[in-house]
């Protein structure tokens, strides 16, 4: 089975993200979409970061019903920061007969070969890359291993919702409603 994998620390998970990994789960030859929670993620210093149980817990709310979208919790056993090449190792350890396919985004491709070993990432494993607004997906595009694939983009961010609730606004349709409720019972004044 063909599994695409989204990794994100998701402080908060959005629409955005599941616009995303519905997209890739239902239009591509992709059967399912692993959301992998990262504890912490190797460049991103994280101010207001939510605890790793409650990020995984907001997941785990919006993929409810989804049979096609899972929340990866593999992450929380493996050293930090998260290096994705050690989680990808370690899921092939455990799913010997599923084939891992990386999903990224184009702003992210940039810096790919700054990431713990690079060079076996690229070789190792498909890498669907979806163009992102303003974001240049230059040369790792020729790697073989490596295919664009265009998916609807909402233009939003954790760090946009996280901003919405400090200042008290609205946040409905922006992340699921059992998200929202679980947030307000995190941020009770938000
Ligand atoms: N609106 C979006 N559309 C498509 N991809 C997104 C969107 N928001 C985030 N992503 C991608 O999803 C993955 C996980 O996202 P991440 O948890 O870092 O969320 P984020 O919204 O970018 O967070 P933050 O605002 O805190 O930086 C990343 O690869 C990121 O590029
Ligand atoms: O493996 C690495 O060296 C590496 C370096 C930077 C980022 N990543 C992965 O990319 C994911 C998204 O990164 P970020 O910084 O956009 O949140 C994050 O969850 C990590 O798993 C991985």
């Known amino acids: 089975m063909r599994i695409g994998l989204l990794f994100g620390s998701f402080n908060p998970i959005h629409t955005g993200h599941l616009i995303l990994a519905e997209h890739f789960a239902t239009r591509t030859d992709l059967r399912e979409v692993w959301l992998v929670v990262s504890p912490r993620s190797p460049f ?7 605890p790793d149980t409650e990020r995984l817990r907001l997941v785990q709310l919006a993929l409810a019903d989804n049979p096609r979208l899972r929340a990866e919790d593999i992450e929380f ?5 998260s290096y994705t090449i050690a989680t990808l190792d370690a899921l092939r350890q455990r799913h010997p007969a599923h ?7 184009g702003d992210n491709l940039p810096g790919l070969p700054r990431w713990q070993e690079a060079q076996r990432l690229l070789t190792e494993i498909d890498i669907y ?5 303003g974001s240049e997906t230059p040369d790792l ?3 073989p291993r490596v295919r664009v694939i265009e998916a609807p983009l909402l233009d939003i961010s954790a760090t946009y ?8 606004r609205s946040i409905r349709y922006l992340v699921p409603a059992a ?12």
Not at 77 to 81: A, D, I, K, V, Y
Not at 161 to 168: G, K, V
Not at 180 to 189: C, D, H, I, K
């Open 161 to 168: 919702i996280r901003e919405s609730l400090r200042l008290n």
């Open 99 to 105: 084939d891992f396919v990386l999903l990224m985004g």
């Open 129 to 133: 890359v979806y163009p992102r607004p």
């Open 44 to 50: 991103k210093i994280s101010h207001n970061l939510l």
């Open 77 to 81: 056993s493996l050293p930090r920061p």
């Open 141 to 143: 595009i020729t790697f």
């Open 179 to 190: 998200v929202e409720a679980e947030l307000r019972t995190l941020r009770p004044s938000a």
